[in-house]
Every structure is written in C-alpha cells, then in structure tokens.
C-alpha cells in the first residue's frame, strides 16, 4: 500500500520570504500523480499544484514550484514570496494513474507572520 | 476546476437522531464520489467510495450500517449518519471525480464540508 509522510506539523515563514514544505512518498508503481492541497481556515480544500510522475520537469504555479525527486520519492512544495493568505493547512497527496483514490500526508500548518 | 456543493454546511442533532448529508456535482458528471471525515488539525479519512448505480465500497473500521452512502444519479450522492452520538461529531468531507481509467481528469473536486455536531 502507499504511503505519504510529512514530517513537518508545523511551520512558519515571514511575509515576503521563502518556504519549503516536505514530503516523501512510498509506492511500488513507477505510473502515479502527486498533488499538494491547501485547506484554509474555511476548510475547503484547495488543489495548488500537481505532478505526473512520468514528467521530469517540475510543476510551476506562479508562486508555487515542486521539487520532484522521483528516485528519492521525494515531493517538497516551495512557496516563494509568501503571503498571508497562504496560511493554511497543507497536504501532500498520491493517487495511482489507474485509480482514484487519494491517499493523504498528515498536513503541514503553515503560518505566515507579518 | 468543477463546482462541488455539500448540504448542510453545518448541522446539530440530538443523539440518536439520523443525519443526511448531501454532495452534487454542479457542472459535472461525477462516476464517482468520496466521502471523508476529519478531525480538528488532522488529515482527511477516507470512509467510503461511491460509484454512480452501484453500492459503496467502505474503508476497513468504516460501519456500513451507521453511515449509509448512497449515489443515486451522477450528480448526487447522500452520507446519512445513523442513529448518531456525540463521538460522531465531525467534519464530513465530499468529492467527486469525473472519468474512470488512465487520465487526469480522475481529479477530485472537493465539497466545502459539512460540520457535525451531536449533542
């Protein structure tokens, strides 16, 4: 079975500045998506970006870049020039190419000082 | 992305009442819908899977027969927790996907959740 680990509960960055939020996944398939979802205070989940695992280029959504290391099942999601809107929850996903299921990290809360 | 709608947002029942959630799919054709259940500052669990006809498939520990699912038509899916009591109170999850097979569009659009609460 697949597995998604986030070994950061918590993290924070300043307004403006850089962060790097962690996660590694387990799987025996070589065929597979990896997402990053953001849930707000609000609590509706938000996709923020997504990764074919057969695309060696990292995915890019204007402030939000992926570091995909798939030999080291790696799926770290910067976030540059952070806002304080970004503040929220953030969950690592994978879902297998044939199926559709999403199995879920813990989540990382990121907050945002000003 | 696609719209999708929870009904009620949030809910208060007294224990030992049933509660029915509802999930469209607005714009979209959902093959299949999930629902999911989550606790303050945790990650979401899935419960169960619900294809379009067809009865759900519950996750291990998951009683079917206090949350019965039911995915009518490809627009609506219902979670009815029954006989509800105070440990059931939650934050319950919807969402929806569109295709079957290999394709990224077997993406999951998220309902706004619905929020629990038995007395």
């Known amino acids: 079975a697949q597995t998604v680990t986030q070994s950061q509960p918590e993290m924070s960055v300043q307004e403006a500045e850089t962060v790097t939020l962690s996660c590694t996944y387990d799987t025996s398939e070589s065929d597979y998506y990896l997402f990053w979802y953001k849930q707000p205070p609000s609590r509706q989940m938000i996709l923020v970006i997504r990764q074919e695992a057969y695309k060696q280029q990292n995915a890019t959504e204007n402030r939000f870049s992926v570091n995909f290391q798939k030999a080291a099942k790696s799926f770290s999601l910067k976030i540059s020039d952070s806002q304080l809107g970004d503040a929220a929850m953030y969950f690592c996903a994978y879902r297998s190419a044939w199926g559709n299921k999403l199995v879920f990290g813990a989540g990382t809360i990121l907050r945002v000082k000003s | 992305g696609a719209v999708v709608s929870q009904h009620p947002s949030w809910v208060i029942c007294k224990s030992g009442t049933s509660v029915k959630i509802e999930c469209r799919s607005l714009d979209f054709q959902a093959t299949t819908m999930f629902w999911y259940r989550q606790f303050p500052k945790q990650s979401l669990m899935l419960m169960a899977t619900?294809?379009?006809?067809?009865?759900?498939?519950?996750e291990q520990g998951v009683e079917k027969d206090k949350f019965l699912i039911n995915h009518a038509s490809l627009t609506l899916s219902t979670l009815t927790v029954t006989s509800a009591h105070p440990e059931d109170s939650s934050f319950y999850i919807c969402?929806?996907?569109?295709?079957?097979?290999?394709?990224?569009?077997?993406?999951?659009?998220f309902g706004p959740g619905t929020r629990l609460t038995v007395l």
């Open positions: 969402s929806a996907a569109g295709t079957s097979g290999r394709s990224s569009y077997n993406e999951q659009f």
């Open positions: 619900s294809n379009e006809g067809s009865k759900a498939t519950y």
